[in-house]
């Protein structure tokens, strides 16, 4: 049986949906920090079954003991971690206590119970700024801000750990490039508590009429069209890139790193372009000032992952935008209609 951390957040409800598609058994592991409860009753929907929940927090050891004794786990997918970037520079005692702190406390406990085998969720924030692309594993690490730092903190206990007792852990390390979308049934999808930070959620909600429109952050980088470029990934794709790295572990023990990207960069405005046809709604904008810490253009280098997990994503722009819109239109619908008459 599989523990997901944070499963019933974005990237996670949706690796659940995977693993049952799979036959895998699994418990979610939530303390709704940054997710909804209704999504356990969506991803009964999906899946044809309740998932085994617990509410909870990773930094509490003696919960983490309990499940451990409770359930027959041997693996776990570790999503649970705060993942804002611009939070992580006003809180950064808040991410290094929960992202790292956490994942420590959750390690503890797989040592103390004898489960050796773990997906993390990594991100590309952790490389260096590289005039060079596509990006490897292998390129310079150096994050620009706390949320980043944590991850390739991360990133090195669990090098530590396996330098620690060689070929006793099984530990994957996955670096998640920009992922986006929603399950192709509309039930489960991004879904920020606040102002998006990210262009596709706030994209989706200027096409709802959420939002009045878009601020295009900077029009005059060297790119295509003078936008951000990104690697845009299908959460659909991310989350078979984890059950593939879970059955790459089982065979292989030691240390796992791999990006997960579609390696295919998008610039912001051929991402609202192709949203505006997703969804056949207009997607107006504005040019505003560059944000302070982005880059002009970054995207992976996938092959590694196709070579080691014979993994690659599948999902193109256009049906990430057309599944991100039906998750928002249907998700706004829904809402309109529970809430009380006016
Ligand atoms: C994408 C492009 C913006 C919003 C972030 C995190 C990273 C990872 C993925 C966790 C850029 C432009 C955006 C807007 C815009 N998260 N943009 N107007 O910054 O590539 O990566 O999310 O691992 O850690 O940093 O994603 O969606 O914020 O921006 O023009 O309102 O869209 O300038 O070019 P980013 P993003």
Same mark, same amino acid.
């Given at each position: 049986?599989?523990?997901?951390?944070?499963?019933?957040?974005?990237?996670?409800?949706?690796?659940?949906?995977?693993?049952?598609?799979?036959?895998?058994?699994?418990?979610?592991?939530?303390?709704?920090?940054?997710? *909804?409860?209704?999504?356990?009753?969506?991803?009964? #929907?999906?899946?044809?079954?309740?998932?085994?929940?617990?509410?909870?927090?990773?930094?509490?050891?003696?919960?983490?003991?309990?499940?451990?004794?409770?359930?027959?786990?041997?693996?776990?997918?570790?999503?649970?971690?705060?993942?804002?970037?611009?939070?992580?520079?006003?809180?950064?005692?808040?991410? !290094?206590?929960?992202?790292?702190?956490?994942?420590?406390?959750?390690?503890?406990?797989?040592? *103390?119970?004898?489960?050796?085998?773990?997906?993390?969720?990594?991100?590309?924030?952790?490389?260096?700024?590289?005039?060079?692309? /596509?990006?490897?594993?292998?390129?310079?690490?150096?994050?620009?801000? /706390?949320?980043? #730092?944590?991850? @390739?903190?991360?990133? #090195?206990?669990?090098?530590?750990?396996?330098?620690?007792?060689? *070929?006793?852990?099984?530990?994957?390390?996955?670096?998640?490039?920009?992922?986006?979308?929603?399950?192709?049934?509309?039930?489960?999808?991004?879904?920020?508590?606040?102002?998006?930070?990210?262009?596709?959620?706030?994209?989706?909600?200027?096409?709802?009429?959420?939002?009045?429109?878009?601020?295009?952050?900077?029009?005059? !980088?060297?790119?295509?069209?003078?936008?951000?470029?990104?690697?845009?990934?299908?959460?659909?794709?991310?989350?078979?890139?984890?059950?593939?790295? @879970?059955?790459? @572990?089982?065979?292989? /023990?030691?240390?796992?790193?791999?990006?997960?990207?579609?390696?295919?960069?998008?610039?912001?405005?051929?991402?609202?372009?192709?949203?505006?046809?997703?969804?056949?709604?207009?997607?107006? !904008?504005?040019?505003?000032?560059?944000?302070?810490?982005?880059?002009? #253009?970054?995207?992976?280098? /996938?092959?590694?992952?196709?070579?080691? @997990?014979?993994?690659?994503?599948?999902?193109?722009?256009?049906?990430?935008?057309?599944?991100?819109?039906?998750? *928002?239109?249907?998700?706004?619908?829904?809402?309109?209609?529970?809430?009380?008459?006016?």
């Amino acid at each position: 049986m599989i523990l997901v951390t944070g499963g019933a957040g974005f990237i996670g409800s949706h690796t659940c949906v995977e693993l049952a598609a799979a036959g895998e058994a699994f418990v979610i592991l939530d303390n709704f920090s940054n997710s *909804q409860r209704g999504v356990l009753e969506r991803l009964a #929907q999906i899946t044809g079954q309740a998932p085994l929940f617990e509410e909870g927090d990773v930094r509490d050891g003696a919960l983490l003991a309990r499940l451990f004794a409770k359930y027959p786990i041997d693996a776990v997918i570790h999503f649970a971690a705060f993942k804002a970037v611009g939070e992580s520079v006003a809180k950064p005692l808040a991410y !290094y206590d929960n992202n790292v702190g956490g994942t420590v406390t959750l390690l503890q406990a797989m040592q *103390q119970a004898g489960v050796r085998t773990l997906v993390f969720s990594s991100s590309a924030t952790v490389y260096a700024e590289s005039a060079v692309q /596509p990006i490897a594993e292998d390129f310079p690490l150096s994050p620009s801000n /706390p949320y980043g #730092q944590t991850k @390739l903190m991360i990133e #090195q206990v669990l090098a530590d750990l396996d330098a620690s007792e060689p *070929q006793a852990w099984r530990l994957a390390r996955l670096r998640y490039f920009n992922p986006v979308g929603a399950h192709e049934s509309g039930l489960i999808g991004e879904d920020p508590q606040d102002t998006p930070n990210n262009l596709m959620p706030f994209v989706a909600q200027v096409a709802t009429g959420q939002r009045a429109q878009l601020r295009v952050f900077g029009n005059d !980088y060297p790119t295509v069209d003078g936008t951000g470029m990104r690697d845009y990934i299908h959460v659909t794709d991310l989350a078979k890139g984890h059950l593939a790295a @879970l059955r790459y @572990l089982r065979q292989h /023990p030691g240390l796992l790193t791999v990006n997960l990207g579609s390696g295919r960069p998008a610039s912001v405005l051929q991402l609202v372009d192709s949203f505006a046809r997703a969804s056949g709604r207009p997607i107006p !904008y504005e040019v505003a000032e560059r944000r302070a810490g982005d880059l002009a #253009q970054y995207w992976a280098e /996938p092959a590694l992952a196709e070579r080691l @997990l014979g993994w690659r994503a599948e999902l193109d722009l256009d049906r990430m935008c057309a599944d991100a819109w039906r998750w *928002q239109d249907g998700e706004a619908r829904r809402r309109a209609a529970a809430a009380p008459a006016a």
